[in-house]
């Protein structure tokens, strides 16, 4: 069985409600000392302001150093709001097909350095850069994609899993679907194909059906990013007759930015199955909701919801 705390967006707590973000992360630590861990997944956006908010960054840090100090794995994705020029919000970028990527303050406090003595940590597509990177996490493998991943950063993901057949593989990436369960696609607000600095990318639909859907062994894909809605999933067999949990989740327009709600996910490789839940850690307890308590059996692709 493995055990994962997955954490969206908390770009408003880093923003505006310090105070709320380390008391997410201190609840961590004292969950962990009672339950089984084995990682701790956020989905991108740990900033609003980009490269230019380094309190933000400085926030975010001084708030997950805690669990980097508890030992407890800290694996981030890169979102849209992480980028030194924060991405898709109306704002002029000089040369957004040249240095629109640009992820240089991000990787300065959550990047190489900080994963390079880890031995859960694997590798990267880019060298020194951690946008794009995979981790081995007991006998699983978390894969890490770019805002809008290019086609290039997809043909490397594929090689990286065809050279774990017998892992199974949980994906992260920042946006991938929308809160109503379609993956994001030319017609979904706030697409990262739509902005000039990532228009070299794909969205859900696309990662679905260039990448996703010829894999074996993904068995959940986990994204953020899109508001206001809180939660969705839907689950789709890949072309290798796979089935594969596709789950939305993000607070951040919720009172404190969230409250640093997050899902707990546990993964039985026996019976190949998923149990999701949802805790809040600042009323320390589970919430229910709809689409909020699942049990995922990914051999038949049964679905039962838990009330």
């Known amino acids: 069985m493995h055990h994962f705390l997955i954490i969206p967006d908390t770009q408003y707590m880093a923003k505006n409600h310090p105070d709320i973000f380390l008391n997410m992360t201190k609840t961590i630590i004292q969950y962990c000392k009672d339950h089984p861990i084995d990682a701790v997944i956020q989905l991108g ?9 380094n309190n933000e960054f400085d926030t975010a840090k001084e708030c997950f150093q805690l669990l980097d100090n508890a030992g407890i794995p800290l694996i981030f994705a890169a979102g849209n709001h992480d ?5 898709g919000i109306g704002l002029t970028h000089p040369n957004p097909e040249v240095d629109g990527r640009n992820l240089s303050v991000y990787n300065h406090y959550f990047g190489y350095d900080r994963l390079k003595e880890k031995d859960w ?3 990267s597509y880019e060298k020194n850069q951690v946008e794009n990177s995979y981790y081995k996490i007991g006998e699983m493998i978390i894969l890490v994609l770019e805002f809008g991943p290019r086609d290039s950063v997809l043909d490397w993901a594929h090689q990286v899993l065809t050279n774990y057949p017998n892992k199974k593989c949980i994906l992260i990436t920042h946006s991938y679907m929308y809160y109503d369960g379609k993956r994001t696609s030319s017609h979904s607000e706030h697409n990262p194909i739509h902005s000039p600095e990532t228009k070299d990318g794909n ?3 696309m990662i679905w059906q260039k990448f996703i859907s010829k894999q074996s062994n993904i068995v959940a894909v986990f994204s953020g990013h899109h508001v206001p809605k809180n ?4 689950v789709d067999k890949t072309d290798k007759g796979n089935v594969v949990l ?9 009172k404190y930015g969230g409250a640093g709600r997050m899902r707990l996910v ?3 490789s026996k019976s190949n199955s998923l149990i999701l839940s949802v805790f809040n850690p600042l009323t320390k307890e589970f919430e229910h909701g709809k689409d909020y308590d699942l ?13």
């Open 246 to 254: 596709q789950s939305f989740q993000n607070w951040q327009e919720e």
């Open 295 to 307: 049990n995922i059996k990914l051999g038949g692709g049964e679905q039962v919801l838990i009330d």
């Open 45 to 53: 956006d740990i900033v609003d302001g980009g490269g230019q908010a």
């Open 231 to 234: 939660i969705s999933y839907r």
């Open 203 to 205: 969205d859900g639909e």
């Open 83 to 87: 980028y030194d020029q924060v991405i």
């Open 266 to 268: 546990q993964y039985d």
């Open 121 to 123: 940590y694997i590798s």
